[in-house]
């Protein structure tokens, strides 16, 4: 018999959107920020404040968030499985009727489903419910922690790139590098991210530029509008 594994990448969703996430939101957000004031013809040193300040407020809002946000999903989870819990605890027969109506509803026959809602209830009840009934798996389980760090340090290695070009690059070509190596960066991030978890690069690659790209021009049209007032 010939082995065949098949190298499936959904495990990685849950880490992969925060790191992208907050990346992403790291170079669009800390590049528009240095293109904005740069184009309102503030001085470098201005620029730079700005863009530490950006970086520094944006990694610990996008901590925040992901806490709140995973916080929350977890909190339902928890509340779920505590009802589970009570139902197996005071209404057995019935969780085991629900579940094998699951499996049966999947292609099973009738009699099989029921066995095998027995085996696996008879192994691990609560783990077979919240699987099979309510949709949690370790795989795609709320974790705040993780979610936090990994935002609030993928949103500084992503600001830290737009942030390091303007220190580099003169004050006449800081607008036009800035967006030119962010948009590199952006290019790059989403294919990257793409290829980790299987989807079309060029596709995830454009998508993430375009909208890098539609951000940067607005915040550059608004520095030159105040800019020009001022």
């Known amino acids: 018999m010939q082995n065949h594994t098949e190298h499936h990448k959904s495990h990685r969703t849950g880490w992969l959107r925060a790191a992208v996430l907050g990346a992403n939101d790291g170079i669009v957000s800390?590049?528009?920020?240095i293109i904005g004031v740069a184009s309102a013809e503030t001085a470098q040193s201005g620029i730079l404040l700005a863009g530490l300040a950006g970086l520094v407020a944006g990694a610990m809002s996008m901590a925040a968030g992901e806490y709140v946000s995973v916080s929350s999903q977890a909190d339902t989870e928890q509340a779920d499985l505590e009802l589970e819990k009570n139902a197996l605890e005071n209404h057995y027969a019935a969780e085991r009727d629900e579940l094998a109506a699951i499996y049966e509803g999947r292609g099973l026959e009738p009699a099989l489903a029921l066995q095998v809602a027995e085996q696996l209830m008879a192994h691990d009840a609560l783990g077979a419910h919240a699987r099979d009934e309510i949709g949690i798996t370790d795989t795609m389980k709320a974790r705040p922690i993780q979610?936090?760090?990994?935002?609030?340090?993928?949103?500084?290695?992503g600001a830290l790139l737009p942030l390091v070009t303007a220190w580099l690059v003169p004050g006449g070509w800081l607008v036009t590098m800035?967006?030119?190596?962010?948009?590199?960066?952006?290019?790059?991030?989403?294919g990257i991210a793409a290829h980790a978890g299987g989807a079309p690069v060029i596709k995830a690659a454009s998508r993430v530029t375009f909208w890098g790209a539609l951000a940067m021009a607005l915040t550059a049209g608004v520095g030159l509008v105040f800019g020009i007032s001022a």
């Open 30 to 33: 800390t590049a528009s920020l």
């Open 147 to 157: 979610a936090a760090v990994s935002s609030a340090a993928t949103f500084t290695i």
């Open 178 to 190: 800035v967006a030119l190596f962010s948009l590199v960066f952006l290019a790059i991030l989403g």
